[in-house]
């Protein structure tokens, strides 16, 4: 084949890349935050970082420092928005979060893949837990609990230490929500119940987005390894609180 018949294929091919790239690039647009946004989320981090003053604090200020990242994070996703639920008495904070109109019109508008967006649902649910230690299996089974009752198959805990036991091993909290995921699996549910910790807010800050985490942790769950390599009673609470903002949604 000569030169001149070479030419052409390549140029195609370049012209068919730049179709793939370009939605791409205006979806990365959409999620990448500014140095404005870092600095407001810096802010908000130094915040959550703050030990919890009895003398000048109560449980809900301390509560309400996660749910202000947590709310700021879901905003600079761009697609999401979020419902902020019911606070109990132990600053459990319940979170409602679905694609947004603006979301759905810019994926229609920007002819954007849905699937690049790794969270399937349109309709997913957020937990805040501001502790200073990491979370047992209670906890984790008191979120399972939620999820099954609204029928939801995705499900974010946002915390500042985690879980207890390894993210890599089967053992404590962390290992719960990996049986739990088998569990759903075996009932034809890609489930996950998927956690962020004060490492993650701090990848953020770096230029990591939150989908970016989530693709990664979601990987970390199928494949029992470290996502940073890829980048008692369980009624719940406000079960009916929650089932009532769904219906509304609905």
């Known amino acids: 084949m000569s030169n001149n018949q070479e030419v052409p ?15 791409i690039a205006k979806f990365n647009g959409f999620i990448t935050w500014t140095e404005n946004d870092k600095n407001e989320f810096r802010i908000l981090l130094d915040e959550l970082k703050k030990p919890f003053d009895r003398s000048k604090e109560t449980a809900k200020d301390k509560g ?8 700021f994070i879901i905003r600079k996703t761009y697609f999401f928005e979020i419902y902020k639920n019911v606070h109990t008495g132990t600053n459990e904070i319940d979170e409602v979060i679905v694609l947004s109109d603006r979301g759905k019109q810019a994926i229609k508008s920007f002819n954007l893949s849905r699937e690049l967006i790794p969270i399937g649902q349109d ?13 047992g ?3 984790v089974g008191k979120f399972y609990s939620l999820l099954s009752v609204t029928g939801i198959p995705f499900g974010v805990v946002f915390t500042q230490k985690g879980l207890t036991g390894d993210s890599e091993g089967y053992k404590d909290a962390y290992g719960l929500t990996k049986v739990l995921r ?5 009932k034809g549910r890609d489930f996950f119940i998927l956690t962020f910790t004060l490492e993650d807010y701090e990848k953020m800050l770096e230029g990591t987005t939150f989908f970016d ?11 029992a390894s470290d996502y940073t390599r890829f980048i008692t009673d369980n009624k719940h609470e406000a079960e009916e609180e929650i089932k009532t903002i769904l219906t509304d949604y609905k």
């Open 9 to 23: 294929a390549l140029d195609l091919r370049s012209y068919l890349d730049q179709i793939v790239q370009d939605p």
């Open 64 to 71: 309400d420092r996660l749910e202000n990242l947590v709310d």
């Open 123 to 135: 309709l997913f649910l957020g937990e805040c837990k501001n502790y200073q230690s990491n979370l």
């Open 137 to 139: 299996v209670t906890y």
């Open 182 to 186: 088998m569990v759903e699996n075996s």
């Open 213 to 223: 985490l989530i693709k990664a942790k979601k990987m970390e769950m199928q494949l």
